[in-house]
């Protein structure tokens, strides 16, 4: 079965310090795998996904993940935190047609 | 239309009593998934449409839970007997084919309350 384990429920950053969101799957095949933002009270919004091309996938608002399939991690990252990336970002893995969530992480970005 | 939407956006009901969520996908798009997200938690796989079948219904909780497609376009979940386990937020995706590299566009969601 596959499944995603994001490693913190809560990070908290400065604004204009990077954010590292981590999130490792388990998976018996190369997988599909995606990054999902949801702002408090909108809906939820593809930021990223990665699909077995280019390991270093570049998504919205200036997020990146790397696929490292050694360490069965996809990181989600950004050079320099804004207020407005403030939200609950969820990692995502796809066996077949079914997103697979993992349970969120909270990211607070302090001015 | 210009996204996926949901009516109503909140919905109150007394445990025992039958409700139904719409869900109105992006024009086009064939394939159609629910989702249930409870508080804290990350949205959870309730059924997917290709069309107007179900093609894989694997999420529904039980027999109260059903969804229908008739027409490969708008999609109704229904819940009978609502429990107040069933509070949640109710969200809708679609896809323009379906398959597991596409991209799902979801709707702002039902948010229901079983008293």
């Known amino acids: 079965a596959q499944s995603v384990t994001q490693l913190d429920s809560h990070v908290s950053v400065s604004e204009g310090t990077p954010v590292l969101l981590r999130c490792n799957y388990s998976?018996?095949?190369?997988?599909?795998l995606f990054w999902y933002v949801q702002h408090p009270n909108k809906g939820l919004q593809l930021l990223l996904k990665?699909?077995?091309?280019?390991?270093l996938v570049k998504g919205i608002n200036g997020f990146e993940a790397e696929f490292k399939k050694s360490e069965t991690s996809f990181h989600l990252t950004k050079p320099s935190a804004h207020m407005s990336d403030a939200a609950e970002y969820f990692c995502?893995?796809?066996?077949?047609?079914?997103?697979?969530f993992g349970t969120g992480t909270r990211l607070q970005v302090f001015p | 239309g210009a996204g996926v939407s949901q009516t109503p956006s909140n919905k109150v009901t007394e445990k025992g009593k039958y409700v139904e969520l719409r869900c109105d996908p992006i024009?086009?798009?064939?394939?159609l998934y629910w989702y249930r997200q409870s508080l804290g938690q990350g949205p959870e796989f309730l059924i997917y449409?290709?069309?107007?079948?179900?093609?894989?219904d694997s999420g529904l909780p039980n027999d109260r839970f059903f969804a229908v497609r008739p027409e490969g376009s708008v999609s109704t979940l229904k819940i009978q007997r609502t429990e107040r386990g069933d509070s949640a937020v109710y969200l809708c995706?679609?896809?323009?084919?379906?398959?597991?590299?596409?991209?799902?566009?979801f709707g702002p969601g039902t948010r229901l309350l079983v008293l």
């Open positions: 995706a679609s896809s323009l084919n379906g398959g597991g590299t596409e991209t799902q566009y």
């Open positions: 998976s018996s095949y190369s997988p599909s």
């Open positions: 990665y699909t077995s091309a280019a390991t």
């Open positions: 995502v893995v796809t066996p077949t047609d079914k997103l697979i």
């Open positions: 024009s086009g798009h064939t394939a």
């Open positions: 449409f290709q069309g107007t079948g179900a093609a894989d």
